[in-house]
């Protein structure tokens, strides 16, 4: 069963940061891009990152391109998103997901960052 | 490019109903449309994708469309149930970028 377990959440101040992590089980890891999908609380789905098989190329939602980055390791089965210089808009659940052209995608539980004073 | 889609819909069991994805700019058939369904307190699941193909396990009431001359994809749910009732979201490709809709709140009165 493929499971997707995000941790790292929780309130930090504006411009503060803030790192999330997500450790997979289930399948062969490093097969599979993986990608950070946010939703602020009672708004809609944004994408917000993906990172390749082999971590050599990452993209960004241009809202947070130079602020977040997306990493893995291979060896833990897990990706990362460090989010530096945080800001209000950027509250929200952050969702660890496999997502697929071809369903399914796997999703997260999701993990909370609340940004503010 | 922005997917914009009405923000609800509403209907009785029974009945058909069309929610609606419009692209900003570029063609609607460029990228392929995925939909996502979203229960209160769930993770999303795939209802339709590649336009209008459907998953294992969704309901031959689920269909998706595309037109070309308006620029949109379409989610039809025909003979719709209580447990319909929840958020969907069409998705679409920028190159390698992810692109969602707004969102559209299904009620079944």
């Known amino acids: 069963e493929v499971q997707l377990v995000e941790s790292g959440g929780g309130l930090v101040q504006p411009g503060g940061s803030l790192t999330l992590s997500c450790e997979a089980s289930?399948?062969?890891?490093?097969?599979?891009?993986m990608s950070w999908v946010r939703q602020a609380p009672g708004k809609g789905l944004e994408w917000v990152a993906h990172?390749?098989?082999?971590?050599?190329?990452?993209y960004y939602v241009d809202s947070v391109e130079g602020r977040f980055t997306i990493s893995r390791d291979n060896a833990k089965n897990s990706v990362y998103l460090q989010m530096n210089s945080l800001r209000a808009e950027d509250t929200a659940f952050y969702y660890c997901?496999?997502?697929?052209?071809?369903?399914?995608?796997?999703w997260g539980q999701g993990a909370l960052v609340t940004v503010a004073s | 490019f922005r997917l914009t889609q009405p923000p609800s819909v509403s209907a009785s069991p029974g009945k058909t109903i069309t929610i609606s994805c419009t692209r900003s700019s570029g063609s609607i058939a460029t990228n392929y449309v995925q939909w996502f369904q979203q229960r209160p307190g769930s993770s999303p699941t795939t209802v339709i994708y590649e336009d209008n193909q459907l998953p294992s396990g969704v309901p031959d009431r689920f269909s998706g469309s595309i037109d070309s001359s308006s620029n949109s994809a379409s989610l039809t749910i025909s003979g719709l149930k209580t447990e319909d009732e929840a958020d969907y979201y069409c998705q679409s490709y920028d190159g390698l970028k992810w692109v969602f809709g707004g969102g559209t709140k299904l009620t079944v009165l």
């Open positions: 289930g399948f062969t890891f490093s097969d599979y891009r």
């Open positions: 990172i390749k098989q082999d971590g050599s190329e990452t």
């Open positions: 997901a496999r997502l697929s052209l071809l369903p399914p995608s796997y």
